[in-house]
């Protein structure tokens, strides 16, 4: 039973924000590295110390909470302990998988080259593009709203996905073997249909299933023939 009753913090996200003036950060060891330092452990407990809380989500990052007016000098001391700080708000997010602890490198700098274009842009609601290095796409890219899965020097692209909730639901295929060359501009062309078209407050996923039949869409997909 310790995993259950016995083992609910004190200090929850929950109680946190109820109490009022603290802020939330995701932090992780980079977009592929999965892996902490010891010393990076340290400097998180150091940060959130005994008034914050710490836990892992779902998205590849630890969540800290800590006090608001603590949040510019928490970020620098995090970002200069190696740690990447991700960006909150309705922003592209990039994720990858870990390219098999890094033993399997190939689209690794079409990944940096695509988090370099692509993160932080400002969409109608917060949007995640995750790439994964080949066809076991074991970070499950077909449940982010970009779905990227890397194969001899092209990328397949995955749209649609609904990632949560009772009615969650993989992406579909909406392009195969985009070359690593136009993949930058395929992808920025579905970013700007979305950030033109989408209504108020919808997100990828709707917005998608709703403009789909669109010639747009078909316009996009002719730019890679
Ligand atoms: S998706 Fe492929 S490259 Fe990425 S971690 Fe899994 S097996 Fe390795």
Same mark, same amino acid.
């Given at each position: ?61 630890i969540l800290l ?40 490198? /190939? ?19 917060r949007m995640r ?23 001899? /020097? ?24 985009v070359g690593i ?43 890679? /023939?």
């Amino acid at each position: 039973m310790n995993a259950f009753r016995q083992n609910i913090p004190d200090k929850t996200f929950e109680t946190l924000n109820q109490q009022g003036g603290f802020s939330r950060l995701a932090v992780s060891p980079g977009i592929i590295n999965k892996h902490y330092t010891p010393a990076q452990f340290q400097k998180i407990a150091e940060i959130v110390g005994e008034k914050g809380a710490i836990k892992y989500s779902a998205s590849y990052s630890i969540l800290l909470s800590i006090p608001s007016s603590e949040l510019t000098e928490a970020t620098r001391a995090l970002q200069e302990a190696g740690l990447f700080v991700a960006s909150s708000g309705p922003h592209i997010v990039m994720k990858a998988c870990d390219f098999c602890d890094g033993e399997k490198m /190939e689209a690794v700098p079409q990944t940096e080259q695509l988090y370099q274009a692509l993160d932080g842009i400002t969409v109608p609601v917060r949007m995640r593009v995750n790439v994964n290095g080949c066809a076991s796409a074991c970070y499950n890219p077909t449940y982010d709203d970009i779905g990227l899965v890397y194969q001899h /020097e092209s990328f397949d692209v995955y749209l649609g996905a609904i990632p949560m909730g009772t009615k969650a639901q993989a992406g579909t295929l909406f392009a195969k073997r985009v070359g690593i060359d136009h993949i930058e501009d395929f992808l920025l062309q579905i970013i700007r249909l979305y950030q033109d078209q989408a209504r108020s407050n919808e997100p990828f996923y709707k917005f998608y299933r709703r403009t789909k039949s669109n010639a747009d869409w078909e316009l996009v997909k002719k730019s890679i /023939e």
